[in-house]
């Protein structure tokens, strides 16, 4: 079946220092949606990115979508302590009638401030 | 206030016990579904439904079984309770399908002693 794999699992940075978590999947994607929880909470949508290359920005967050509609990234500038949590992302299969949804092991955000 | 509610949020329990852990959301919502979140291995999705009376298995289905008899609640039955469903459940719902952002619920604490 599809499989989404998210690298890295953890990562600590001191405040204000740059951040990035990648999205691989096994399978064509119809779509990649990333996902923030925060620690104690339950996931939040952040985005979601439909066209190959795609690219979008919400302030610090820059987030793209492969050529290949295979891979993805979300990279933060500059981060801060409310970025603190983890960042999933999450993918359905193109075509045919499987609507399941199936999310990377999420990658574990932490900042020294 | 747009809302997907669970009930309990907390439970501990026995093996054997059969419990059933409610889901509800006030969207008008046709598409959703169950996740369990356990430590190293993300949300995997347990069911899902895309309407009344239409559910299907996501990746990790066993033990457990749904059921939508109205469009806005979608219990999650354990039948027969064991400690490895010990976990953190969480109920999402959207628009459509799984090609649209989740609206996640608070989560609920199992515990199976």
């Known amino acids: 079946g599809q499989q989404v794999m998210q690298i890295p699992q953890y990562q600590h940075v001191q405040e204000g220092e740059d951040f990035t978590t990648y999205c691989n999947s096994s399978?064509?994607?119809?779509?990649i949606q990333w996902y923030k929880q925060r620690p104690g909470g339950h996931p939040v949508f952040l985005i979601q990115l439909v066209k190959s290359g795609e690219v979008k920005k919400q302030k610090r967050l820059t987030f793209q979508f492969g050529e290949a509609k295979k891979n993805s990234s979300l990279h933060i500038t500059a981060t801060q302590t409310t970025d603190v949590g983890t960042y999933f992302c999450?993918?359905?299969?193109?075509?045919?009638?499987?609507?399941?949804?199936?999310f990377g092991k999420g990658t574990l955000l932490t900042v020294n401030p | 206030e747009a809302q997907v509610t669970q009930n309990p949020r907390y439970l501990i329990t026995v093996t054997g016990k059969k419990l059933t852990v409610t889901c509800s959301q006030n969207m008008n919502h046709e598409y959703m579904s169950w996740y369990r979140q356990d430590p190293g291995l993300g949300l995997r999705q347990i069911y899902y439904?895309?309407?009344?009376?239409?559910?299907d298995k996501g990746d990790v289905p066993e033990g457990y079984k749904v059921s939508r008899k109205e469009k806005r609640n979608f219990p999650l039955i354990l039948e027969s309770p064991s400690p490895n469903q010990t976990s953190l459940y969480f109920c999402?719902?959207?628009?459509?399908?799984?090609?649209?952002?989740?609206?996640f619920g608070p989560g609920t604490r199992l515990t199976v002693l």
């Open positions: 999402a719902s959207s628009l459509e399908s799984s090609y649209n952002e989740q609206f």
């Open positions: 439904s895309m309407n009344v009376e239409v559910t």
């Open positions: 999450a993918g359905p299969a193109s075509g045919g009638s499987n609507y399941k949804l199936t």
């Open positions: 399978t064509t994607l119809s779509n």
